[in-house]
């Protein structure tokens, strides 16, 4: 079955950077985009944008555009997503989620980032 | 762009049905597909419904999704309502940019 496992929360100090990985199994992992959405605490699900694992290609939200990088490891079946320059507002859970593709998404438990002094 | 808007919070009984609606602010709900997601508290997002109607195996038949062009607007219907139901809900749809839009999320308590 379709599985995706996220790295561990992180805490980080504003101005910081944070990598978050996405290990990918039960599929093969370059036939489906993935994309990165995060939930800030209380709040609704916010796109942050995707990747196509099998070219590298990226699109990113307007609102990240600068601040994140969006990678992965074919070798691995591993997705990556590098926010940089965290403020307090990044405060959130990140999940990254399989692209649908006529069949259901399927996405990580989620990583907790919290950046704090 | 356009924007997803679906009630803040719905209410019903055990055994009863329930409708979530997702309106679509501007061009046609039914040129793009729409997904629902089921979250429970501390949980990650779970798909009830994907491609407008489909159900993936494992989601009971009692979750039904729609799309309505005359009110530009999906919906997620639960029948037979069940205490697990218990739940935010948020539908997806796509844009050029962002790609993925979200509804704000529905809250459906079952009481």
């Known amino acids: 079955q379709v599985q995706l496992v996220q790295s561990g929360a992180e805490v980080k100090k504003p101005g910081a950077s944070v990598k978050v990985s996405c290990k990918a199994s039960?599929?093969?992992?370059?036939?489906?985009?993935m994309h990165w959405v995060r939930q800030a605490p209380g709040q609704g699900l916010e796109w942050m944008g995707r990747?196509?694992?099998?070219?590298?290609?990226?699109n990113y939200a307007q609102k990240f555009q600068g601040r994140v990088t969006m990678t992965r490891d074919t070798s691995i079946s591993t997705a990556y997503m590098e926010l940089s320059r965290l403020r307090s507002d990044d405060t959130a859970v990140y999940y990254c989620?399989?692209?649908?593709?006529?069949?259901?998404?399927?996405w990580g438990q989620g990583t907790l980032v919290t950046v704090s002094s | 762009n356009f924007m997803l808007t679906q009630p803040h919070s719905v209410s019903e009984s055990p055994g009863k049905t329930v409708t979530i609606s997702c309106t679509r602010s501007?061009?046609?709900?039914?040129?793009?597909?729409v997904q629902w997601y089921q979250q429970r508290p501390g949980s990650s997002p779970t798909t009830v419904i994907y491609?407008?109607?489909?159900?993936p195996s494992g989601v009971p038949d009692r979750f039904s999704g729609s799309i309505d062009s005359s009110s530009n607007s999906a919906s997620l219907t639960i029948s037979g309502l069940k205490t697990e139901d218990e739940a935010d809900y948020y539908c997806?749809?796509?844009?050029?940019?962002?790609?993925?839009?979200f509804g704000g999320g529905t809250k459906l308590t079952v009481l």
């Open positions: 997806q749809s796509y844009d050029s940019s962002p790609l993925w839009v």
């Open positions: 501007s061009g046609s709900i039914a040129s793009n597909y």
């Open positions: 491609e407008d109607n489909q159900r």
């Open positions: 039960g599929y093969t992992f370059t036939g489906y985009y």
């Open positions: 990747i196509n694992p099998n070219s590298g290609g990226t």
């Open positions: 989620a399989r692209d649908p593709n006529s069949s259901p998404s399927s």
